[in-house]
């Protein structure tokens, strides 16, 4: 029997490669998602292998605060002589390699940095190797006026030894003289990143390191083992620093690079999976058509001996075969798609390190179980139904597959499915559970709102045709039969509407809901904001102060006001912490008290916003414990509290001159002026010198800060566009499908005088209106869960008619493709062909 099986499916093959190609996208994300965070993981962790190379001890400071960005305490050059007279020592150096935005802009011959980012460091002659760069050719830079760069920033500018560089270090340039190419570790290139250094004591000026180090490497002496290298230094290290051998300092370095790989590996496995859910859809659709269609096919299997359980393995086998298939051309797929997300992230600046493809053996095993469980899973119901047909069918003419008991319940079934799915959506949103709880939640009930949207569909595709097909209609004979043929079997065009209403749902969503967010956003900041000029930081990193003061300085400002920025703790937990100035922030930024003022600030008070308030229960003159990320502490009394409609404010505020005494590299988020116009063109010049701070028109900054948005929406709708794929493909099949099964009737109607034309007309309306089905569900509640989802944040709900009037185009779009190929066949039909086919 599965041979059999095997043989009919070798006989139909465009129809096993259509099916499979549902399964292939699905696949080709989930594989090309884990090759590109394998190959990116593998360039990482060669640069953290490379940095302590031959290291055995690290002295580094003391991260308190994760994600602060203002600095940390330096190391004192003292600590680098008493370790280095410990007999466990065999060597020991300092290194300057700051964290900061704008240490070593390399600037090119067009006047702009040459890499998205900038690496600024330090070689010590007399200890190279505890250095990860390597010299690949000419010499180490020595001297105020000499510097080494990476190899890959060497060739793509052109540059040769002894050519003069230009790099600008916190906004102060200066041209120094190119004496070597190096690379970092094994690697010419970081990609993301250029790589300028110096000797150890140029490094420190240039990098405003005099009094100290950001770490000292640490070499054992003969004998001596990493641990009692690290149990000899401890006593010397202060409690703002800390020791670690090099293995554990490495790790430590990989946590939070393999935290931002785990969000970037499960938001693509996310989109791999509605793409395999959306086809999952498409197989069960596809099989069940086919099952149908072999109705005496099986029945004569069953007259000549064969079982149901043979029936059922056989339709099995046959899903197996096309999954293993997909999953092996899925997986080769994913391939070229790590490739084309490498060349994406290079489009975007963001160009990754040197580094071989990888492909590990649980990418090939998870790939080829997934993809081929998946369609297993779709082809047991119609496998089922297989079995049901009974051998009499055989010398039938015309004989259908009997109805299953589950059918006329299943609308009521569907009913109580929407139902359900509706508890768990608004328990996931309303509940007031834990993120994750919340998320799983809601996550579940959106894949119960569409089973159970799948099992209502039948229900709705007689009225919805006769409303999208109206146009059709109104195109003739063509258009009348393809809105008959659309409701002749509702249950297959529902499944087949179905699958694109999946993908239209979540883009109608992501639409809805960006559109939602940038239009209050855009309205909250021209509320919030009054300023002629406005300088802030597209890439979510705050810039440095003293730049920020140049530019204030500018001839022509008659006002300015900065909002430093940086995360501290706060009762216990990492939150952003704001600096304002009192006297001026009321100029240009309006305020809305909910209890309080700024007017009893004072060194130490602090603003909150009425959501951090709610969240933390607190009230005026209420403490809060406050650890800055040099681990000082201090205690904050709460003298105001704000209703915020933006995050322009953090959760928590305090004055400036409190905010400096307390962050060791002072930065801001923003900076308002006021100027006259013109004066713009001289802040904007003054601007380009600060690494970080972008230039805003006052009256403009509102769209621009919803600009953002964009460009996320856009990487949305890619992804998302997979699944949408993957329903073209549903709608090819059962049109291929549709046309084979009615063509005795398409040979019937060629016979009384429908021409080519016609019947290709005939197909593509059918295609339309089907495409139309699923993207007028798919609007509808992508709409409400929009809804949903703006009532929780209590922002305005607006419907961005131009997107969803794309999206429908989209879905009109996508039937025609989808009808090319049926089509072409239904015309090219040779009648007397047709009329005898069976």
Known sequence: MIAVALKGLAGRKVRALLTALAVVIGISMVSGTYILTDTMQKSFDGLFTATYDKTDAVISTKEIVKDSTSGH???????????????????????????????????????????????????????????????????????????????????????????????????????????????????????FASIAAWDLETAQKVLRREDGFDSISLAAAKGVTAAELVRAVKPLVPATLEVKDSEKQAADDADELNSSMSILKYFLLGFGALSLLVGAFVIFNTLSITVAQRTREFATLRTLGGSRKQVMRSVIAEGFVIGLLASVLGLLAGIGLAKGLVALFAALGVELPEAATVIAPRTIILSIVLGTVVTVVASILPARRATRVPPIAAVREGATLPQSKFAPHAFKAGLGVVALATAAVAGGLFGGLSVGAGAGLLGGGVLLLFAGMALLAPRLVVPLARFVGGPARARGAAGELAGANAVRNPGRTASTAAALMIGITLVTLVATVGGSFGKSTTAAIKDEVHADYVLDTPEGLPFRADGADKVAAVAGVTGASHVRSDRALVNGKERTVTGVDPATIGRFYRFKWQAGSLAKLGDDGAIVSNGYADEQHLVLGKSLALTLPTGEKRTLVVRGIHKAKTELIGDVTMTVAAFDSGFTTPKNSLTFLAAPKSAGGAIKRATADIGGAKFHVGSAFAKDSAAGMASMLAMLYVLLGFSVLVSLFGMVNTLVLSVFERTREIGMLRAIGMSPKQARRMIRHESIITALIGAALGLGLGTALAALVMFKWHLA???????????????????????VMPARRASRLNVLTALQYE
């Open 73 to 191: 305490v330096t190391i004192p050059a003292a600590l680098l002589g008493k370790v280095r007279d410990l007999p466990e020592v065999k060597a020991a150096s300092g290194s300057v390699t700051p964290d900061e935005t704008d240490a070593a802009d390399i600037i090119g011959g067009n006047g702009k940095k040459v890499a998205r980012e900038s690496v600024g460091g330090s070689v010590d002659l007399d200890h190279p190797e505890f250095s990860p760069l390597r010299l690949k050719s000419g010499k180490w830079a020595q001297g105020p006026d000499q510097v080494v760069v990476d190899a890959g920033t060497v060739s793509k500018q052109h540059y040769k030894l002894g050519d003069p560089i230009t790099v600008s270090s916190f906004g102060v340039k200066h041209t120094y003289r190119l004496t070597g190419v190096v690379s970092y570790g094994d690697v010419d290139s970081l990609g």
């Open 797 to 819: 709900f607006a419907i961005p008619f131009t997107s969803l009037i794309g999206f429908t185009l989209v879905a009109v779009l996508a039937g025609v493709a989808a009808a």
